[in-house]
């Protein structure tokens, strides 16, 4: 059985077989695996390592972790995987109590990553010096060679994926010779904002203050773009299994009487002072600093007086997430990875949708503005996330943040709305 699922492996790597098949190869030999262990001789019994596995703390993201658990469980390791938001003291604790051959620690946001740097000296405290391996989206080699294996004396090495850390785990591979691929951003010049433009007459908004709204899933399914969805999301090729998967998921969602999401919107009076921009609410004047060193603000793209600003949050609620950790718990791994892609890519066309919607209000061009989130380059303080849902009474659709900012559900999307016909991502 595990030379098989190395097979699988190797074949993955490759590009032979797409991840969908390998969790269900992993779902089949993780049944066999349930069936054999209890008739197996207690010398047979003996897992080929151990990891404790965990999303460090302020994080409440889990697929890469938990896809590192399938991988390395369908391959005979055994994983005590102690969830999201994590810190030094619960990771060590179950260090000590589980005696592991390895850690994995798992950041999707960039804020989170400095937390493994305070694991780590944790573990020093602690003289816990087992190896430690780092992943996530927000991870990178030069962090983990540069920040964190200099505060730890115990190994730390990077993995861009499960089977990266499967072959780390067995040893076939050197963490150094691990083959990672430098993604190179060209930077764009950002256009100076024409002055000019605050000769436009102001924006009349169809109301000031805040409402909701109500989509169904119905209506939202033409608007998912299916070629993101199957190629970034399910890193599948197109063809008949991947419309096949999409239907699947559309009646796994009725089936379970998820068909109903919410937004909260709102437009309000704001003039620019500075880099901050000043808000009128019925809270009084809120205060948004967009100060960004060495590029512009946007801030910047308002009037220093009688301007129009809007905001909005929009979510699939907590449902989907709900659904996922059921079909985690069960095994079901492969309409896990699936239903957790086509979330991700229902709650990205619902703020699509609810740009357009308010651009059309506004009697814009669809094309014109875009739209800015905390905790990405342009507005980097995802602490602003409490100004928000505060702003818009987010709690009205069940919106909460976590003690990092990071909004919950999951699944949910805030940003502003930014009409300026110059603006641009930066």
Request: aromatic share 8%; net charge neutral.
């Amino acid at each position: 059985l595990l030379k098989s699922m190395a097979e699988v492996g190797e074949w993955f790597e490759k590009g032979i077989m797409q991840l969908p098949f390998v969790l269900q190869a992993a779902e089949v030999i993780k049944a066999a695996l349930d069936f054999l262990e209890p008739r197996l001789a207690k010398s047979a019994k003996r897992h080929r390592g151990c990891m404790v596995l965990a999303t460090v703390k302020g994080d409440i993201h889990d697929i890469g972790k938990n896809l590192v658990d399938i991988i390395l469980r369908s391959n005979g390791y055994h994983v005590v995987n102690i969830g999201t938001d994590q810190g030094g003291a619960e990771i060590a604790a179950a260090v000590e109590r589980h005696n592991p051959d390895h850690v994995g620690l798992s950041a999707l946001l960039v804020k989170s990553t400095l937390e493994m740097t305070g694991i780590l000296r944790h573990f020093n405290e602690k003289n816990i010096r087992i190896p430690v391996i780092c992943g996530g989206a927000a991870v990178t080699p030069d962090f983990v060679a540069s920040v964190l294996q200099p505060v730890y004396p115990g190994r730390v090495c990077y993995c861009s994926d499960a089977f990266a850390a499967l072959k780390v785990m067995e040893g076939s591979v050197n963490p150094s010779q691990i083959q990672v691929t430098k993604k190179t951003r060209q930077k764009r010049a950002i256009t100076a904002v024409d002055s000019s433009t605050s000769n436009q007459p102001v924006l009349s908004p169809p109301f000031y203050g805040v409402k909701t709204m109500t989509w169904f899933l119905d209506d939202i399914v033409p608007f998912i773009e299916k070629k993101i969805l199957i190629k970034a999301r399910w890193r599948l090729g197109p063809g008949s299994a991947a419309e096949q998967f999409f239907n699947e998921i559309i009646q796994l969602l009725k089936d379970n009487r998820i068909t109903r999401f919410s937004a909260v919107y709102g437009y309000f009076k704001c003039h620019r002072h500075g880099r901050r921009l000043l808000i009128d609410s019925e809270q009084g004047v809120v205060n948004i600093d967009f100060t960004m060193p060495k590029q512009i603000s946007l801030a910047e793209y308002f009037r220093e007086n009688d301007d129009l600003v809007s905001f909005f949050i929009s979510s699939c609620g907590p449902d989907i997430s709900g659904l996922e950790k059921k079909l985690f718990s069960t095994d079901q791994y492969q309409l896990y990875m699936l239903l957790h892609g086509f979330g991700v890519q229902l709650a990205e066309t619902l703020a699509t949708r609810m740009h357009q919607h308010i651009l059309h209000e506004l009697g814009l061009p669809e094309k014109q503005g875009k739209r800015f989130s905390p905790g990405y380059p342009a507005w980097p303080e995802l602490a602003d996330q409490k100004t928000l849902v505060q702003l818009l009474n987010a709690e009205k659709i069940g919106i909460c943040l976590s003690e990092n900012f990071q909004l919950i559900p999951e699944l949910s999307v805030s940003a502003m709305v930014v009409s300026h016909p110059q603006a641009e991502y930066f």
